[in-house]
């Protein structure tokens, strides 16, 4: 069975509608176009031709045959006057013979190529000059003699004469087919806002956003798609609360034996009759340590999934208060290593999901404790920064190698020659929370180039949803 070829790139609505509409309502106004040049031009060389034609008949009127039989053509003065007014300039004229003989006129002008019919004939010629001519023929009979009549005029005056009329009818013409192509792109334009408002609108919302979308503010037209939209939506929707109440259960199921496992070994190490196997005691409760904290940074790092995160989830979260609370919790701990744990706060709010910078803070603490050596310092801050807010904690401990920073923000990654055991997941929760706060995470260097500064800035516009 041959695979189906991928479709093709569906385009741009825009563009689609523009080619439908555009393409041939361009031929149509290139037609109209057409359509009236002819009709001014055609009528102005017919007028054109009639009074060349008149004037034919003026000339012919004035045609002599002698007694000699000599034939003569000579218009009077005010005659010849007139018709150099009617006609813009005096017309050129040729007589000659049914023989093809000039008997009087201007000699440049072309002699009929063949018998002419009876009447009047129209040509055009290119005179030795090279100008442009218009020719009228006319056949009449003079004493019962046949001749021929040409009279001729410059096509230049013509154009001369119609250019005025033909410009102002095709430039009207032309800014009639900018105004329709003007129209046409305003009312595409317009007609797609409620679409580009309803992109605009799926665009600006977050992983965790799956509320339905408000099907009165789009067109008929793709009420369908919204509707499907919200469908998916509920779908989704649903998936996420079944996959936070799963790992919520989760974590209460193996929280609690885990905690039972521990507190039985905390029994057993310290029963008298357990002393030939207490040192296994203990490696098997610190082992078990690890293992429960273990699981718990793994549940914790399935929460912070941005599939897994609502909208409703977010809340205004109190920066100094968050920070003396994970002070308050490590305290006993960083007194037990002699280590100096502080805090530098200002007031800072963020909307934010509370309980995931709790863990984030709670991760960066743990490992400022772990890697800082008794006697050491350990510094928790926040505050608001350039229209942001900011969290950081500081230690003066061995720090991380720049080259080493980046690999330690991935999962089940250490720093080379780190001490003790760790999972290697800490920094990668943080990395996850944070991208899930839209906020940015820098890992840097103490003060005076020692230790550790990590630091995660949250953008202005969370410091303005959480006012």
Known sequence: ??????????????????????????????????????????????????????????????????????????????VAAQLAATQGSRPRYALYAADGLLLSGDRYLPAPAGPLREGFSFSTAVLQSGERMRIVWYRFQASQRPLWLAVAEPI?????????????????????????????????????????????????????????????????????????????????????????????????????????????????????EALPVRERVRAVREGLKRLAHTAHQLLTLARAEGSATLERDFVTVDLPRLVEEAVTQHLDRALEKRIDLGAETAPAAVRAVEWLLRELLSNLLDNALNYTPGGGVVTLRCGALAGGAFLEVEDDGPGIPPQERPRVLERFQRAAGAPGVGSGLGLAIVSDIVALHGARFELGSGQHGRGTRARVEFPAERLREAG
């Open 156 to 272: 230049g005056d013509r154009e001369e004469a119609t250019r005025p009329l033909v410009t102002a009818t095709l430039t009207l013409d032309v800014l009639q087919i900018v105004a329709v192509v003007a129209l046409v792109l305003i009312g595409v334009r317009r007609g797609l806002r409620p679409l580009l408002e309803f992109r605009d609108e799926l665009a600006s919302r977050s992983a965790g956003e799956l509320e339905p979308l408000d099907e009165r503010r789009v067109p008929i037209e793709i009420k369908p798609l919204v509707s499907s939209l919200n469908a998916l939506l509920a779908r989704v929707r649903g998936a996420a609360e079944a996959h936070q109440k799963f790992v919520a259960d989760a974590a209460h199921q193996l929280r609690t034996p885990l905690a039972g496992m521990q507190a039985q070994l905390e029994l057993l190490e310290r029963d008298a």
């Open 1 to 78: 069975m041959n695979p189906r070829p991928d479709p093709a790139p569906a385009g741009s609505v825009a563009r689609r509608l523009l080619t439908v509409l555009l393409v041939p309502l361009g031929g149509l106004l290139l037609l109209a176009l057409l359509f009236d040049y002819l009709v001014v031009v055609g009528p102005m060389r017919s007028t054109f031709d009639r009074s060349l034609t008149d004037a034919a008949m003026v000339f012919a009127a004035y045609v002599r045959e002698a007694a000699d039989g000599r034939v003569t053509l000579e218009l009077p003065p005010p």
